[in-house]
């Protein structure tokens, strides 16, 4: 692994250490917290579509999944919260192997559409089953509890989801330097040579599918928590394209350009918030120009132009 990764994983750190004190008040710390959410949803994420180069437009689905998991097991059934996330990253993980092997069978559009599908069904599911998940109004969500302690401040939550997302960004770096990542870049790069070379293209697409939908259900958990509360939002189609979005913004098979993208386009409808009625355009806009003048994202475009490897 190049010395310069270990380098950016220390400024992250350095950077998540100093943030909470350099923030002027909650509101930045709260948007501070959305973003490493975010990056750490998106992170999962980038290892199926930037580096495996399969396309997922239901992730928000396992999101959901996750969410509601910690929302229905401890208010309907007094499960621990912490037993109540685990069991919903166990069920994402094996709906996502379930249907991962018929999925992939499918290729390009086909397969956008039938991970698109997927992600409209869970969210279907979450509003329809009202007697358990309040339906379209959504429930609350109890306090997350840690050895005895609670956790309620912002601050708290701060520090718990800071060491996710650099357990996360440690996780995804060693994973792409292992034989399992130059699986996923030899899949990603031609199918057909990566079975000539003996590589097992099915069982490595379902293994980072499940994977990244395991992250995507912690993270739902993590974020029900923080917020005290879950709607069918957390599945929305619309949230899917959002995180697809900022795999692409920041820059595929790149773990900091995921991170970038997450910042970028977490803290960008805030700054815009000012045009009034215009925001939606502006953003737009500004999306178009990041395609058009960084086509590879924001990090690999950079890194290609000024000669430095990530």
């Known amino acids: 692994m190049q010395k310069n990764v270990y380098f950016g994983l220390l400024i992250v750190i350095a950077a998540l250490l100093v943030l909470p004190f350099a923030v002027p008040n909650s509101f930045y710390l709260d948007l501070v ?12 994420l980038n290892l199926l579509i930037g580096f495996a180069g399969q396309i997922s437009l239901g992730h928000a689905g396992f999101l959901g999944i996750g969410a509601y998991a910690s929302a229905v097991l401890p208010t309907h059934f007094g499960w621990h919260p912490l037993l109540a996330m685990l069991a919903g990253a166990v ?12 999925i992939f069978k499918l290729k390009g559009h086909y397969l956008a559409m039938a991970t698109l599908g997927l992600g409209i069904i869970i969210n279907i599911a979450l509003r329809n089953e009202a007697q358990w998940t ?24 701060y520090w718990v989801i800071a060491a996710l997302l650099v357990a996360s960004i440690w996780t995804s770096l060693n994973l792409i330097d292992s034989p399992f990542g130059r699986a996923l870049r030899a899949l990603h790069g031609s199918e057909v040579a990566s ?17 990244s939908a395991v992250f995507a259900s912690l993270m739902g958990s993590v974020t029900a928590h923080y917020i005290g509360f879950v709607s ?28 970038i993208g997450a910042i970028l386009l977490t803290a960008l409808p805030q700054a815009l918030a000012t045009f009034e009625g215009w925001e939606t355009v502006v953003f737009g ?10 086509p590879r994202g924001i990090v ?7 000669g430095k490897g990530e």
């Open 33 to 44: 917290i959305r973003m490493a959410i975010n990056a750490t949803i998106v992170l999962g």
């Open 91 to 102: 069920a994402t993980g094996l709906l996502a192997a379930l249907v991962a092997r018929p």
């Open 134 to 157: 309040g339906g379209p109004d959504g429930m609350p969500v109890s306090a997350m509890g840690l050895f005895g302690f609670e956790l309620s401040s912002d601050k708290q939550w």
């Open 195 to 211: 079975q000539v070379v003996g590589v097992d293209v099915v069982r490595y697409k379902v293994a980072i599918f499940v994977l």
């Open 232 to 259: 069918p939002n957390f599945a929305d189609f619309f949230h899917s394209i959002e995180l697809v979005t900022m795999v692409v913004v920041g820059g595929m098979a790149s773990v900091y350009g995921s991170l």
């Open 285 to 294: 806009a500004i999306l178009m120009g990041f395609m058009i003048f960084l």
């Open 300 to 306: 690999p475009t950079l890194a290609a132009k000024f």
